[in-house]
């Protein structure tokens, strides 16, 4: 493994840094992963339905792509694993390596480690690092206790999602449904969740593998990440790979060195006798050799002398937790009253500290006493609007029910006439309010169905799918809409249509040569 391929930039993160991290490299190589997902799993989807629905167990089906989801898992870490060192593989490439790669961890992942609930971060510690017994398990430990949390949190969170998906398609539904045919649609529904016929058993088979195909990429790319950072911090990859940088850079400087070390060779004889002639005193040489100017530029260059890449890599390394484990705790601790404040004595102070003592005593009771004062003042100014504004009022009149609660007992023998007279008075309100209580009345006698005390408008449209006729429900229909655009639009219609209304609804329900009974009231 050859670290300094790295695509992405190594630093110490969050845990939660690290799960995003992943999820940005399976966005990155989107292509890579769900073009080998959809070739393997599509296949396998449609082969265990169909061997599903020979035996009569559809249900199977489903249960056996959720048991599998550790095989197909698979596809997004290889690709993530050789992406991440700039080797991105070919879909053909990925399937091929699906025949053998990691197979001698599918016992396990398929048996007993099926429910772990950190399967995304020990994936990739078996798969790519190969270890066994012991080993793996020690590696695993390691790898995974201090973001064990973590991994159990990602794993619930992906499970929400694909429970979310697959409830969505299923309300999604709803939404072309009318709202007037909703619970039919319900009790249909029902009814058909009970039987369990086959299209829906595959329906929902083919609904739970999508909600699969789109969160569980992320949800191996999550822990990958999270594997990635862990072993960052354990073994200082980001460190290791500014020091290799630095070892290539020292390479290519050797043969420069190497033929400044010769040259000083060459001319330490004459150097050698200019020291013997001159004898200069030890501690003025080295004095000289401190304040010359540093040397280390002159063969290494002036890259070596200022890499701030090391310097960084350094501090940040220094910075990390694990590597300088540094809390601050601050604790709150009583003070001891024994030992007064010593500020000195002064005359002054101690008047100060007097005074200000007596203000704070006394100075809340002058200043509600002076409070008290101006309110009893000005007591003429403002006792009189509020004494007004404390007594009671007579109730406005309801502006939508006029008349008494007696006229609504029943409705009258004359109703078409009675509705007139209550328009042409300018009473048009309650001119439709009447009408739709008469409307009610007879749609409720013909359907021969019994409403509620105080149903709705909805309801009584529900109420009047029983009518015999198509006729008299449109005529229903649109009584209850002229009431509802009135009553809640503040639309009233116009005379011509009122009486058109009028006169169908007549004709409809009779009214011209019975009366009817009041039962609901508008």
């Given at each position: 493994m050859r670290i300094e391929t790295l695509t992405v930039a190594l630093r110490p993160r969050t845990a939660w840094e690290a799960v995003e991290l992943g999820m940005a490299l399976v966005r990155r190589h989107a292509a890579a992963i769900w073009t080998p997902w959809l070739a393997l799993t599509l296949p396998v989807l449609v082969l265990v339905n169909l061997l599903a629905w020979s035996i009569g167990a559809i249900w199977l089906a489903g249960l056996a792509m959720w048991w599998l989801k550790p095989l197909f898992d698979r596809i997004p870490l290889y690709v993530l694993a050789h992406a991440v060192f700039g080797d991105v593989p070919a879909p053909r490439r990925t399937l091929q390596a699906q025949r053998h790669w990691g197979m001698r961890w599918m016992p396990a992942y398929l048996t007993w480690r099926r429910f772990g609930p950190v399967r995304s971060l020990y994936l990739p510690v078996d798969l790519l690092e190969g270890g066994r017994g012991e080993d793996a398990r020690h590696r695993r430990r390691a790898l995974g206790t201090p973001v064990y949390g973590v991994g159990v949190l990602l794993t619930s969170v992906c499970l929400h999602f694909e429970f979310v998906l697959v409830l969505g398609a299923g309300m999604l539904a709803l939404l072309f449904i009318p709202g007037e045919y909703v619970a039919e649609t319900a009790r249909w529904a029902w009814n058909e969740l009970s039987r369990q016929p086959v299209w829906l058993q595959l329906s929902g088979n083919a609904v739970a593998w999508l909600a699969t195909t789109l969160v569980e990429p992320f949800f191996v790319g999550a822990g990958f990440g999270l594997y990635l950072n862990r072993r960052t911090e354990i073994e200082g990859w980001d460190i290791e790979i500014v020091l290799r940088r630095l070892r290539t850079r020292l390479v290519k400087a050797a043969a420069p060195l190497l033929l400044v070390l010769a040259l000083s060779g060459v001319a330490m004889p004459g150097h050698a006798?200019?020291?013997?002639?001159?004898?200069?005193?030890?501690?003025?040489?080295?004095?000289?050799?401190?304040?010359?100017?540093?040397?280390?530029?002159?063969?290494?260059?002036?890259?070596?002398?200022?890499?701030?890449?090391?310097?960084?890599?350094?501090?940040?390394?220094?910075?990390?937790?694990?590597?300088?484990?540094?809390?601050?705790?601050?604790?709150?601790?009583?003070?001891?009253?024994?030992?007064?404040?010593?500020?000195?004595?002064?005359?002054?102070?101690?008047?100060?500290?007097?005074?200000?003592?007596?203000?704070?005593?006394?100075?809340?009771?002058?200043?509600?006493?002076?409070?008290?004062?101006?309110?009893?003042?000005?007591?003429?100014?403002?006792?009189?609007?509020?004494?007004?504004?404390?007594?009671?009022?007579?109730?406005?009149?309801?502006?939508?029910?006029?008349?008494?609660?007696?006229?609504?007992?029943?409705?009258?023998?004359?109703?078409?006439?009675?509705?007139?007279?209550?328009?042409?008075?300018?009473?048009?309100?309650?001119?439709?309010?009447?009408?739709?209580?008469?409307?009610?009345?007879?749609?409720?006698?013909?359907?021969?169905?019994?409403?509620?005390?105080?149903?709705?408008?909805?309801?009584?449209?529900?109420?009047?799918?029983?009518?015999?006729?198509?006729?008299?429900?449109?005529?229903?229909?649109?009584?209850?809409?002229?009431?509802?655009?009135?009553?809640?639009?503040?639309?009233?219609?116009?005379?011509?249509?009122?009486?058109?209304?009028?006169?169908?609804?007549?004709?409809?329900?009779?009214?011209?040569?019975?009366?009817?009974?009041?039962?609901?009231?508008?």
């Open positions: 006798q200019q020291a013997k002639a001159e004898a200069p005193a030890p501690v003025q040489k080295k004095t000289a050799a401190a304040k010359g100017p540093p040397t280390l530029p002159k063969v290494f260059g002036s890259s070596l002398a200022d890499d701030r890449g090391l310097r960084e890599a350094v501090k940040q390394a220094y910075a990390d937790p694990s590597l300088s484990p540094k809390k601050k705790v601050v604790r709150w601790q009583p003070r001891d009253k024994s030992k007064p404040l010593n500020l000195g004595k002064s005359p002054l102070l101690e008047w100060l500290a007097a005074a200000f003592a007596a203000i704070m005593e006394y100075g809340l009771w002058v200043l509600f006493g002076l409070l008290a004062l101006a309110l009893a003042l000005t007591s003429p100014r403002w006792w009189r609007w509020l004494r007004d504004g404390i007594a009671s009022e007579e109730p406005e009149p309801d502006a939508i029910r006029t008349a008494p609660a007696a006229e609504h007992d029943a409705l009258p023998e004359d109703l078409p006439s009675a509705i007139r007279r209550l328009w042409r008075a300018g009473r048009e309100r309650d001119a439709l309010a009447l009408l739709y209580r008469g409307s009610v009345e007879s749609m409720a006698a013909r359907a021969e169905v019994v409403l509620v005390p105080g149903a709705t408008e909805a309801e009584c449209l529900r109420a009047s799918r029983r009518l015999p006729s198509a006729d008299d429900r449109e005529a229903f229909a649109q009584a209850v809409r002229t009431w509802q655009y009135a009553a809640y639009a503040h639309g009233l219609p116009a005379t011509d249509d009122f009486e058109a209304l009028l006169d169908t609804l007549s004709q409809r329900f009779a009214w011209n040569s019975r009366g009817t009974s009041a039962g609901v009231q508008a």
